[in-house]
């Protein structure tokens, strides 16, 4: 039985027979509030590749022979304000491995950044192991940025402290 938030995410998805690269990222609306998305996220997505070809980190073999995957929505938490923009469809690399996962949506290397920024943070208290510096993309830093000051305008004392920690460490104005 296909639930409204599957059916939702079905036709957000459907992109007819492509196998990508190059991916697609989704541009409609924002996700209803409260709505659960289930997407790859974490250092599973940043070691798949991107919309353009590119992966964020090199433990792409390791990730798919572990089995371990993050999966915001299921096991990680996931930052604030998803939208659309911040998923990629990735079903031409499950298609590619053989590989029998919960999702086929993926977060950009920012989202994934965000995401695991957030949980460090805001779940666990802890700051971010993630180095911006070593990985093997661009990011978006003003965007980044932006995000980040949100969340800083909205924490206690201990996550204001443990998030600017991290954006200094990581040049984040």
């Not at 991107?50 to 096991?75: C, I, P, R, Y």
């Not at 938490?77 to 031409?92: F, K, Y």
């Not at 690399?93 to 949980?119: N, Q, S």
């Not at 924490?155 to 200094?168: A, E, G, P, V, Y």
Request: hydrophobic share 40%; with cysteine; aromatic share 8%.
């Amino acid at each position: 039985m296909i639930t409204e938030n599957e059916s939702y995410l079905k036709k957000m998805t459907s992109f007819g027979d492509i196998h990508p690269p190059p991916m697609h990222t989704f541009c409609e609306s924002l996700i209803p509030d409260g709505t659960v998305v289930r997407y790859i996220s974490g250092w599973s997505a940043l070691n798949i590749p991107d919309k353009h070809g590119d992966v964020a980190d090199w433990h792409t073999q390791a990730m798919l022979h572990s089995k371990k995957l993050v999966v915001a929505g299921e096991n990680y938490t996931s930052s604030p304000d998803l939208s659309p923009s911040d998923l990629i469809d990735v079903r031409w690399f499950i298609d590619k491995h053989a590989l029998d996962w919960p999702t086929h949506l993926c977060a950009t290397t920012e989202r994934a950044v965000c995401d695991m920024v957030y949980h460090a943070v805001f779940v666990r208290g802890a700051v971010p192991t993630i180095i911006l510096s070593e990985l093997m993309v661009e990011i978006d830093g003003p965007a980044l940025s932006q995000r980040l000051h949100q969340w800083l305008a909205t924490s206690n004392k201990q996550q204001h402290d443990t998030l600017k920690q991290w954006m200094n460490a990581n040049e984040i104005i």
